[in-house]
């Protein structure tokens, strides 16, 4: 009993030295302190405390280990895609005929973005055959000569496509098996720092609690990195933030885990160590490390409970000023709790501050005055602006960013501004997808335009104060986005664009790009010589007046540039077309008459998420079927 007695003395002593360290005079508990220490448990606490300070270090590495090979995956992906490109120009350069009227044209008269057609309901008409790639051309069909690699390769890629069906009962959206087994190791890797070389016993509960927290703040540079609008991970890999938003989300909350785990462990320690020596709870709980410790670990948590989708859904504006409010807050307990989190809460409020501050209000904010249209089914306001545009520095922009008044790209947002609503809207910032075309170098003003369907809060305010104005003045933040969309259909020859409802406006800056470029870039200076893929636009409404928020000039230049364009009946009519059959037919009526092996299918898909599930699958079985296709969904998270 008196070796035991001497070793809850060691703890006792420890404990209380560590409730004095919420200074910032630098003590340590050393380890000569602690291997001077005669009493074994002592030392062995300690010993994994020390342990604990350098293995986190490693994390670090881990994590800039892993954002390299995404790097280095993208840029080769990237190089890859050139080279691919400049053999579709070379290929397309060798079957160019120069015909009596000298004009020049292709062996397929059809790559223009498709024949031209509009359909208000049914299956499209089966269309003609193409070649593309002929350098690629198997000597037998492509399903006769697909070898067992090429099989397993098509099934293991449509399982990763696959998205599962909503969780039962709580009917929680799940995203592709892809992006789950990404974000389970992830949650691995959290777990393989959370218990590594961790002695699990009530003795040592003080280590376990520890590395808890240490974890906590080593993983705080990296939640505010995903979460800002503004950061170097687009420019490496080539994502933005929204695509990582759902590893930002289940980071968040391991980390509120980890938070409620060195909380229970720290109670814990005191129930088993200082308890019996007469150390009160509310003694405990009234030390400044613990009491700071605590109001941060409330923070984080009502940070996330209004984080949860439900919550957003319902009070969206409160949402946006509790998850600035809590995280300046959290982040300033956090820094006073204990020194060691310092760096990480520095470089964590660094990041906070240079997105928001630097970047979102002085850099890319701008002030327009835009119009106000409400359009004829009465719960839609359409937003124009023509934005003077200034020249940019391609090199500039291309590191440290632009604003709207140095253009924009197909697929990218802004965050919307109207303090003229009311008060409560002065400081509100709300996402939409820019829906006009995308301005060219060296225009002098550009159409700027956002459709914004009335739900409640901001956008029915907007609507309802649009019925009474025809304009009004707005802040604009951005642009914001990434080119994944673009990019997957500028590498193919076959390509659908599926939008439902508003998510046409995700729709129509990609057809304008698409029919603008020709589908390929000029890869060197004069080289005129395009290849275009056959494109389909289908567009589900739900009723017949929303045609009205396109401009039917927009709807006649597609029909004129060849897209194949199709807006079903009318779903509170004639309920839910069958998209997946659309496609379906789409892709193997263009497929089987082509006789080559390079036929790549490209599909976007923006809509609801029934809808984004639905054509995510159907894709992943074409996929498995062993047609060469891939798919991006355009949504903020999930």
Known sequence: MAGLDDWSNGLQDLLAWSLRTTTSDGQVYTQEEGRGSSNPGLRRIIDGILFSR?????????????????????????????????????????????????????????????????????????????????????????????????????????????????????????????????????????????????PLSIPTLFVFADRASLLFVANLPLLYLLAAKN?????????????????????????????????VGMVGVWYTILRPTGFTLARFLLSKIVLLG?????????????????????FYELFLVLHVLLQVVALVLVWFH?????????????????????????????????????????????????????????FVSYIAGTGLDKGWKAT?????????????????????????????????DASFKLIIRAQDGFSGDLVRYSRSHSSVKTRMDGPYGSQTALQLLQQCNLNVVVAGGSGIAVALPLIWSLCESGNVSDLEPGDKTKLRSKTMLIWVIRHESHISWLDQ???????????????????????????????????????EVSSTRGLRTGVVCSGPDGMNREVRNTCASLLARGHDINIEVEKFGW
């Open 553 to 591: 000039a927009d709807l006649q230049s597609f029909r004129d540039a060849g897209i194949k364009l199709v807006i079903p009946l009318p779903t509170s009519s004639h309920g839910h077309p069958d998209v997946p059959g659309l496609i379906t037919d789409w892709v193997s009526a263009k497929d």
């Open 231 to 263: 950061q170097p991970i687009k420019l490496l890999t080539g994502y933005s933030y929204e695509s990582f938003n759902i590893v930002h989300r289940r980071l968040g909350e391991v980390m509120c885990l980890l938070a409620l785990l060195h909380s």
């Open 338 to 394: 204990h020194h060691n989190s310092r760096p990480y809460v520095g470089v964590a409020l660094a990041i906070f501050l240079v997105d928001r501050l630097v970047y979102r209000m002085i850099l890319k904010r701008k002030s327009y005055r835009a119009s106000l249209d409400v359009t004829e089914d009465g719960g839609t306001v359409v937003l124009r602006s023509e934005i003077p545009l200034a020249q940019k520095d391609r």
């Open 412 to 444: 990218e947002h802004v965050f919307l501004t109207v303090p003229a609503l009311s008060r409560r809207h002065i400081m509100q910032a709300h996402p939409f997808t820019i829906a006009s075309r995308a301005p060219h170098d060296g225009d002098g």
């Open 54 to 198: 350098k293995f986190i270090l490693s994390y670090q590495v881990v994590l800039l280990v892993l954002l390299a090979i995404f790097t280095v995956h993208h840029w080769t992906k990237r190089l890859q895609v050139h080279r691919r490109r400049r053999r579709r120009l070379r290929s397309a350069q060798e079957h160019v005929k120069k015909g009596e009227d000298g004009v020049m044209y292709t062996d397929d008269h059809e790559s223009g973005c498709s024949s031209s057609s509009s359909t208000v309901l049914g299956t499209p008409p089966s269309p003609k055959g193409s070649a593309v790639d002929g350098e690629r051309t198997p000597l037998l069909p492509r399903r006769e000569s697909a070898s067992t690699k090429w099989r397993l390769r098509n099934k293991a890629g449509a399982f990763l496509m696959y998205q599962p069906r909503p969780i039962p009962f709580v009917n929680k959206t799940l995203p592709s098996n892809q992006a789950t087994l990404t974000v389970l190791a992830f949650l691995g890797l959290q777990v393989f720092y959370t218990f590594y070389r961790v």
């Open 294 to 314: 605590l109001g941060a670990f409330v923070a984080y948590e009502l940070l996330y409970f209004a984080s949860l989708g439900s919550f957003r859904q319902r």
